[in-house]
């Protein structure tokens, strides 16, 4: 009988399972923390979990050999877990200086994100002062909890905090009216948003890494730093689609209300533009008995179709366009905006007429940035206007430009850095769009120089006189990681440097609209170089 038996047991499954066996025992187990925060991280009742952080362990993992196992819980639970060496790895955890004394992190952040906080829609709150005495739910361990007293503490508003496990319990009281407003990351908000409502209150931004016990991260973390850094690098690596569906996630709920009504006239163009070509069918109709008249037709259709074609074009970029000023005018401008609505309703509701000292400075104050925020808005929107037509071009003194661009940043940005700008720097250029794209470098050059002895900076060209430049003797970058430079969010550098990300992208949208190029050269604490063309 036992002879039968064996007979019936496939040679290469015996085989398999003797040398597999061996192979798998010596791969090292990690252990690694999950909590539900989607589309970061979902977790699924069967399975393993999905999300950018499984991507990139996955991939690190089927490289380096790990067994991976998952140990589900809460956020709390996961950074007890790790603090007792239950856990080898977290994912998504904020890096603070706090954290640091506790745990080990990856040097190479995955993600950037910010806080955001949504309320009742029936609660009319749109700022900050008006969630005084409300209460508002956050993540339990989480930093939002520091964050949001150190926003509120700032404004001098006082609310009622509740933690809660997951994000899920959070949004749920708000939607219940137990709780009045919810701290939530953007990813995770504008899954749930549609039933609640978003408000203009934005607030710390967070790098987002791997973590290990202390001093027991051995090769774990610095494999990930080395396989992060290599895939975000690659714009087809696994990361750079998870990070691509990620931004996807985010985009529809960031465009302006405005956005809309230029939309519908798109269309309404389009309908005309239809219409219009039906009736030139039409007419070529009653024409055709006319050999002249047919050939003079066909001319004219071949070019309107050579004009569709240009047009498609033109609305590619122009589609472009308003997807970078779209995310800058949610990201970039939101916060100095909110700012500036927030002081003013303070005067409006508290002060009145009798306005004391301190009030008429919180009104000069929002005023100015009220002004400086109308100018940025109204280039961008002037970007937008011009978006898929014919680019203004003309004789444009970018010396006289920079001089300008310097001149107001001294007036709004502390620092007295060493400027030069070489004389007689024209281009054949929309004068708008260099402003803007000035704007951006000079003041990426005035920030990153700030921490210097003596920060210097040059606008000048190279002797072809075409290729411009803009230089700083700042905090620099690796090269390793100038692929991602120009792409919408990416930032080289921590908190100690303000910013989104997105001004970069917007220099490179602006010089490629004028068939040019830009490239960057540096070192670390060594400065940086941006070179571009315009065609």
């Known amino acids: 009988m036992l002879r039968k038996v064996l007979r019936q047991v496939p040679v290469a499954a015996v085989a398999l399972s003797i040398f597999a066996a061996p192979a798998l025992a010596s791969q090292p187990t990690v252990r690694v923390g999950v909590y539900s925060n989607p589309p970061k991280i979902e977790l699924h009742p069967a399975g393993d979990p999905s999300g950018i952080y499984i991507q990139v362990l996955a991939h690190a993992a089927a490289r380096e050999g790990w067994q991976v196992r998952y140990v589900p819980g809460t956020f709390q639970q996961g950074l007890d877990r790790l603090e007792r060496g239950e856990l080898d790895l977290m994912v998504d955890m904020a890096k603070t200086p706090e954290r640091s004394a506790r745990y080990d992190f990856s040097a190479e952040p995955v993600l950037y994100s910010w806080n955001e906080v949504y309320v009742r829609r029936d609660l009319g709150v749109r700022y900050m002062y008006q969630l005084e005495g409300r209460s508002v739910g956050v993540l339990r361990g989480s930093v939002q909890e520091a964050l949001f007293q150190d926003a509120a503490a700032a404004g001098g508003v006082r609310t009622r905090l509740v933690s809660l496990d997951t994000f899920d319990e959070a949004f749920a ?23 609640l409502a978003q408000t203009a209150i934005i607030f710390g ?10 001093g027991r991260g051995g090769d774990l973390l610095p494999a990930l730093d080395r ?13 750079s689609r998870e990070f691509e569906t990620l931004m996807r996630s985010q985009r529809p709920p960031t465009v302006p209300d405005w956005v809309y009504p230029g939309a519908l006239g798109a269309l309404l163009l389009v309908a005309i533009v239809a219409a219009w070509a039906a009736s ?19 001319e004219e259709r071949m070019q309107l179709l050579r004009d569709a074609e ?10 472009e366009d308003l ?15 909110a700012a500036v609505a927030g002081f003013v309703a303070a005067v409006r509701d508290r002060g009145g007429d009798g306005l004391d000292p301190e009030a008429r400075r919180l009104l000069g104050r929002s005023l100015a940035a009220s002004q400086r925020m109308d100018v940025m808005v109204r280039d961008l929107g002037a970007m937008l206007r011009v ?18 661009v310097v001149e107001g940043l001294r007036s709004h940005h502390n620092g007295r850095p060493d400027i030069t700008i070489a004389p007689d720097l024209v281009a054949v250029a929309d004068h708008q769009m260099m402003r803007i794209a000035l704007e951006n470098l ?10 210097v002895q003596r920060p210097a900076i040059e606008v000048g060209c190279l002797p072809d006189r075409k290729t411009f430049y803009v230089r700083d003797n700042g905090a620099g970058f690796p090269m390793a990681h100038a692929a991602a430079l120009f792409r919408p969010f990416a930032r080289l550098h921590g908190q100690e440097f303000p910013g989104t990300g997105m001004g970069l992208s917007i220099v490179r949208r602006i010089v490629l609209r004028h068939g040019g190029t830009i490239r960057a050269e540096s070192e670390v604490d060594r400065g940086a170089t941006f070179y571009f063309t315009l065609g």
């Not at 009216?177 to 504008?190: H, K, R």
């Not at 396989?227 to 990361?239: C, E, F, I, T, W």
């Not at 240009?310 to 589609?319: D, G, I, S, V, W």
């Not at 000079?442 to 921490?451: C, D, L, Q």
């Open 387 to 404: 978006a898929g037509q014919p680019l203004d071009l003309r004789p444009c003194d970018i010396s006289r430009l920079a001089h300008s």
């Open 310 to 319: 240009k047009r498609e074009q033109e609305l590619q970029h122009a589609n």
């Open 323 to 337: 997807q970078i000023v779209s995310s800058s005018l949610s990201h970039d401008l939101r916060s100095p905006l």
């Open 280 to 298: 030139a069918r039409k007419a070529s109709r009653r024409l055709g008995a006319a050999e002249a008249q047919q050939r003079k037709l066909a």
């Open 227 to 239: 396989h992060l850094v290599a895939m975000k690098g690659d714009p087809s690596s696994v990361y």
């Open 173 to 195: 009281a708000v939607e219940k009216g137990e709780l009045d407003a919810v701290v939530a990351n953007p990813y995770f908000g504008q899954r749930r948003r549609n039933n």
């Open 442 to 451: 000079v003041g990426n050059a005035w920030k990153f120089s700030s921490a």
């Open 205 to 214: 931004s967070n790098a987002l890494h791997f973590a290990a016990p202390k």
